[in-house]
């Protein structure tokens, strides 16, 4: 069974950075697409990003310039580092693991237990 474990999360004022990692175990890392999803307190999940297994990226438009997804298939670790944070970024920060990269949750067969991260002065 697919083994992921996110960390990093927490409280940050705007403007700040956070970086988040997930751990992933039992499953072919290197080939396996990976994303983050994000749930805000009585909303839907949300695309983040996500990474393929050739380092090929995407971004939902809101974090576009702020946040980078990069892959390290040496550590079977994917990461998040989230700059310039903004209050609407609070929320619950799940790692995903598919075999294809997707921004749909659906597609995502596996899935972290989740980080908060919580931006505000």
């Known amino acids: 069974q697919v083994q992921l474990v996110e960390s990093g999360g927490g409280l940050v004022q705007p403007g700040g950075s956070l970086r988040l990692s997930c751990a992933a175990s039992k499953l072919t890392f290197s080939s396996s697409a990976m994303a983050w999803f994000r749930q805000a307190p009585g909303k839907e999940r949300e695309f983040v990003a996500f990474?393929?297994?050739?380092?090929?990226?995407d971004y939902a438009d809101s974090v576009k310039g702020r946040f980078t997804i990069s892959r390290d298939s040496a550590k079977n670790t994917v990461y998040l580092q989230m700059n310039s944070l903004k209050p609407e970024d609070t929320a619950a920060y799940y790692c995903?693991?598919?075999?294809?990269?997707?921004?749909?949750?659906?597609?995502?067969?596996?899935w972290g237990q989740g980080t908060q991260v919580t931006v505000s002065s």
């Open positions: 990474i393929r297994w050739n380092y090929s990226t």
């Open positions: 995903a693991a598919g075999l294809y990269a997707s921004k749909r949750v659906d597609d995502f067969g596996s």
